[in-house]
């Protein structure tokens, strides 16, 4: 079993949004920081957005401004809100339960006309 399984990929047009959720079934999800991390095509794996379990945020700045991450405790899942997007944001999108170092499987987004 995936402790955490990422949704809400999938295929946009530039300047398109999307959601992707996280569902944490593995940990006292309220008490760990999460986070969203990206990987394109021939790039290493980069972070994207941060969110403390007080609910900080930091979001990478080539992002800032489109990007929004945000938690539901109750449901034990964390959010990225992606607007505006553009091909550079084309890749496979990670979440990680970063107090206890697990990632998810993933989720492909692609940007293109």
């Known amino acids: 079993q995936v402790p955490l399984v990422e949704s809400g990929g999938g295929s946009v047009q530039p300047g398109g949004s999307l959601r992707l959720s996280c569902a944490d079934s593995?940990?006292?999800?309220?008490?760990?920081?999460m986070g969203w991390y990206r990987q394109a095509p021939g790039k290493q794996r980069e972070l994207v957005a941060l969110?403390?379990?007080?609910?900080?945020?930091n979001i990478a700045d080539s992002m800032k401004g489109r990007f929004t991450i945000s938690r539901d405790n109750a449901k034990n899942t964390v959010y990225l809100q992606m607007n505006n997007m553009q091909p550079e944001d084309t890749g496979v999108y990670y979440c990680?339960?970063?107090?206890?170092?697990?990632w998810g499987q993933g989720t492909q987004v692609t940007v293109s006309s």
């Open positions: 969110i403390t379990s007080g609910g900080v945020t």
């Open positions: 990680k339960n970063v107090g206890l170092n697990y």
């Open positions: 593995g940990s006292i999800f309220r008490r760990y920081s």
